[in-house]
């Protein structure tokens, strides 16, 4: 039987009518494929923010916008995100055979959840993703991004990076899979401090090191398990772009920060 997740933030994280939708994201993504070198090959694994479009849409393009060239060739996308609203231990499943957006539905990987049964880690929770943002927003630019493609959505909440890692490894796949951690960076911190802090964590993430805390990243969980599998994989993190809420169209004295960065096989990638 078919179960849908619908959208929970659409009409306040991103617009949520479906052409307002589509003309914003191609716009984001049409500005950051022009600033962007261009590379024959696409990164394997994406860190983009998952705050609304009017914040972190510009970051978040700059992730997105490197997916050109392999945009008919990815096929599964791994998406890992913090959970915000619901606590769970481990990773969680939706259960849900698809998920919506104003854009349309994407199917759920029904053969990369079965892949994922045997691992007691993984468990599934449809109360942690109904009301969960930080998955959802990347929704839109992933339809326009990509061609054709399914999904496995994995809200991420008590777990350890060897616990993430172990997930990333067994759904790693290969040119046909892409894996995206959705993080933003520090919370509500004044401008100056912020810009700090953030460059730090980048730093952190530049170097490989899986040591990130919730402070300097929402998403620090998936981000070290991810750091982890990048460095038994060969994989090279490179940074896109880094900025934060007072830079797009939010109060100095209280920013969130948001970087985008990409892993690739090959050691070529934007700085």
């Given at each position: 039987m078919q179960t849908l997740r619908k959208p929970a933030v659409a009409g306040?994280?991103?617009?949520?009518?479906?052409?307002?939708?589509?003309?914003?994201?191609?716009?984001?993504?049409?500005?950051?494929?022009?600033?962007?070198?261009?590379?024959?090959?696409?990164?394997?694994?994406?860190?983009?923010?998952?705050?609304?479009?009017?914040?972190?849409?510009?970051?978040?393009?700059?992730?997105?916008a490197q997916l050109a060239p392999a945009?008919?060739?990815?096929?599964?996308?791994?998406?890992?995100?913090?959970?915000?609203?619901?606590?769970?231990?481990?990773?969680?499943l939706c259960g849900a055979t698809a998920f919506s957006t104003p854009l349309g539905e994407v199917a759920v990987d029904p053969q990369a959840q079965a892949q994922l049964q045997d691992l007691p880690q993984v468990v599934v929770s449809p109360q942690a993703h109904a009301l969960e943002h930080s998955l959802e927003v990347h929704l839109p630019f992933l339809q326009l991004a990509l061609d054709d493609f399914q999904l496995?959505?994995?809200?991420?909440?008590?777990?350890?990076?060897?616990?993430?890692?172990?997930?990333?490894?067994?759904?790693?796949?290969?040119?046909?899979?892409?894996?995206?951690?959705?993080?933003?960076?520090?919370?509500?911190?004044?401008?100056?401090?912020?810009?700090?802090?953030?460059?730090?964590?980048?730093?952190?993430?530049?170097?490989g090191r899986p040591t990130l805390n919730h402070e300097q990243a929402c998403g620090a969980t998936p981000i070290n398990g991810l750091l982890l599998a990048a460095?038994?994989?060969?994989?090279?993190?490179?940074?896109?772009?880094?900025c934060n809420s007072g830079d797009t169209a939010g109060d100095l004295a209280r920013v969130v920060g948001y970087a985008a960065v990409a892993f690739t096989e090959d050691g070529h990638a934007a700085h």
């Open positions: 306040s994280f991103y617009p949520g009518q479906a052409a307002v939708l589509a003309r914003d994201v191609r716009a984001l993504l049409d500005t950051a494929q022009s600033m962007a070198p261009h590379h024959a090959s696409a990164p394997k694994a994406l860190i983009a923010p998952h705050a609304g479009y009017i914040y972190s849409g510009s970051t978040a393009a700059q992730a997105y945009r008919a060739n990815i096929h599964r996308v791994v998406l890992l995100g913090p959970v915000h609203r619901v606590p769970v231990r481990g990773l969680a496995v959505p994995l809200a991420v909440g008590d777990a350890s990076p060897q616990e993430v890692a172990q997930v990333l490894d067994r759904l790693w796949g290969g040119p046909e899979t892409l894996i995206v951690i959705s993080s933003d960076l520090s919370h509500y911190l004044p401008y100056t401090h912020a810009q700090q802090m953030d460059r730090a964590t980048v730093d952190t993430i530049l170097h460095a038994r994989h060969g994989l090279s993190p490179h940074l896109l772009g880094l």
